[in-house]
């Protein structure tokens, strides 16, 4: 089974409005790490946000918000207030459990349109 | 503080030649992770290095594929001979152990093109 399931491959957002991009996962390890990673055209992997499994409130990181429903094993990323710039693949990753030697899973990507 | 550096950003080779890409993590990150990008199948890892040692190799498609880590602040990925279907983009990543959220950092990428 996929431990990173992400379904949408392309996304399309109007400027100044909010999206949602999906991301579900697959664990029975109590203890796991969510990550979101951007990548622009130019080709580099950015880190955007963290969520920990024992976080009790979703990550926030300036526009970018992690939607995070444990019982539905669902990390969402929000980003509000879409920029021309947001224009990029997003990954969607996991670190499972906490002696794998910080192992990630990665999820296939979405790739977000920011129309003007 | 200097990211994760890999090189050379390009490289074009033609069939059958060796290939070297160099990495050199951010420095007190003891793991170290080689992934290889393409359209057809995404983000793969290749291998990882946790305090110089391959932990997992699993991912590496074939013999012509081999990876070494001498030190903390240098590793290799090195394909012999090489094939057209090996272009892509290979991506190293570091991080460290014992640090709550185990960030992931990458390099900027080597755009391989085998012809």
């Known amino acids: 089974a996929q431990k990173i399931t992400q379904t949408q491959p392309g996304m399309f957002v109007q400027e100044k409005e909010a999206v949602t991009l999906d991301c579900t996962y697959d664990?029975?390890?109590?203890?796991?790490?969510l990550f979101w990673y951007k990548q622009p055209s130019s080709g580099e992997m950015i880190f955007l946000i963290y969520?920990?499994?024992?976080?009790?409130q979703n990550a926030t990181e300036g526009r970018y918000s992690l939607n995070f429903q444990k019982a539905r094993k669902s990390a969402n990323l929000v980003i509000s207030a879409s920029q021309l710039g947001d224009s990029a693949m997003y990954f969607c990753?996991?670190?499972?459990?906490?002696?794998?030697?910080?192992?990630?899973?990665f999820g296939s990507g979405t790739k977000l349109n920011v129309k003007p | 503080d200097a990211g994760v550096i890999q090189s050379p950003r390009h490289e074009v080779t033609e069939m059958g030649q060796e290939v070297t890409l160099r990495c050199k993590p951010i420095?007190?990150?003891?793991?170290l992770f080689w992934y290889r990008q393409t359209m057809m199948r995404g983000l793969e890892l290749l291998i990882y290095?946790?305090?110089?040692?391959?932990?997992?190799d699993s991912g590496m498609p074939e013999d012509r594929f081999s990876a070494k880590m001498p030190n903390a602040s240098f590793s290799t990925l090195k394909i012999q001979p090489s094939e057209p279907r090996d272009s892509a983009v290979y991506f190293c990543?570091?991080?460290?152990?014992?640090?709550?959220?185990?960030?992931?950092?990458f390099g900027a990428g080597t755009r391989l093109s085998v012809l």
């Open positions: 990543a570091s991080t460290r152990d014992a640090v709550a959220k185990n960030i992931q950092y």
């Open positions: 664990t029975s390890d109590p203890s796991y790490g």
């Open positions: 969520q920990g499994s024992y976080d009790q």
């Open positions: 990753a996991m670190r499972e459990g906490v002696d794998n030697f910080n192992k990630f899973y």
């Open positions: 420095s007190g990150h003891n793991s």
């Open positions: 290095f946790n305090n110089n040692v391959p932990i997992d």
